[in-house]
């Protein structure tokens, strides 16, 4: 086999191919080399999408973190603050292998073969659990915890969040409707997270009333015949949050029910990664609730 140049002579490519074998090779072996040739540098913690960051920002000490998610940071991230100055990953696998951190946690970035992957590189994984319900989202961080061998921490978390779970719900109930709005268009229905939130706060929500189930388009024409007594909305103050020249929360309707009903805008942090901080974001609505008179100083229901 060879290249024919212009003249008419055949130039041996076996070298120029055994050349670009070793290269590759080099590069297949380049974390290993890293490691060898970096013994100062710490092989810490890792987190490769946006809600293992927020058990690993949450559990383990900064200094113990090599590296979070590029998102880690943002408004929508519950310990974003927590997340400045620490280096940052698009948690593609061949990063992970170049970095060999001690180990690394995800929830949903690396792909169907990440933990195979990174297992034959000697890099310890844990994809943390999938969780429905409240409880159990707040529970996740104990599983989560034991692996980064923070059990300590996670314990102290999901008691102080259990405890003031059953003290919101021993609060008395309003009997005042609320409809969930995003920027988008889309509310959530019966069976959502957010729905289980504003009932937690102490409010019904239009969802039964409207048949909207899970995650949909809001209909609006409901709304005009059967009102809700306040919004409760998210994501309309986060600059990374784009809305279509389509999308329904551009309809006239729908901007004139955030003019005219009183309206609790959620941090999008308390409702990041299925209602893990579900408790923060109930708090939030009542205590903003009772501010828009909603509920009265005591905290007894409003009419």
């Known amino acids: 086999m060879g290249i024919r140049y212009k003249k008419g002579r055949t130039a041996n490519v076996w070298p120029w191919i055994a050349a670009s074998l070793v290269g590759w090779g080099a590069l297949v072996c380049a974390p290993a080399v890293a490691a060898e040739q970096s013994p100062g540098k710490s092989r810490g913690l890792v987190s490769i999408d946006f809600c293992a960051d927020q058990y690993l920002l949450g559990l383990a000490n900064k200094e113990e973190i ?6 880690a940071s943002g408004p ?49 994984s844990f994809q943390a659990p999938y969780a429905i ?28 969040n259990l405890a003031r779970l059953v003290e919101l719900r ?6 005042l409707k609320a409809v969930y709005m995003t920027p988008s268009g889309f509310t959530a229905g019966r069976g959502t997270f957010v729905d289980d939130i504003i009932k937690l706060a102490g409010f019904d929500t239009i969802a039964e009333d409207a048949g909207i189930n ?8 409901k709304l005009v ?24 929360g551009r309809h006239s309707i ?19 990664c299925g209602g893990a901080f579900a408790v923060d974001a109930a708090e939030y609505i009542r205590s903003e609730a009772r501010a828009l008179g909603l509920l009265s100083s005591e905290g007894v229901a409003g009419d």
């Open 66 to 71: 090599q590296a979070v998610s590029f998102e």
């Open 76 to 124: 929508q991230s519950y310990y974003g603050g927590r997340a400045e100055g620490v280096a940052t990953v698009k948690g593609s696998m061949e990063e992970i292998l170049l970095m060999q951190p001690r180990f690394v946690l995800r929830t949903w970035r690396g792909g169907p073969r990440a933990k195979e992957i990174m297992a034959r590189a000697g890099i310890p």
């Open 133 to 160: 319900g409240i409880e159990d989202n707040i529970k996740s961080f104990t599983v989560v915890g034991e692996r980064l061998g923070k059990a300590d921490v996670a314990q102290v978390f999901v008691a102080e």
């Open 170 to 175: 021993s609060l008395e109930r309003s009997n």
């Open 214 to 221: 899970f995650w949909m388009s809001l209909p609006l024409e």
């Open 225 to 248: 015949m059967s009102p809700p007594d306040f919004v409760v909305a998210t994501f309309f103050g986060d600059p990374d949050v784009h809305v279509s020249h389509w999308s329904g």
């Open 254 to 272: 729908y901007k004139q029910l955030m003019g005219d009903l009183p309206t609790i805008h959620v941090p999008s942090r308390y409702l990041s």
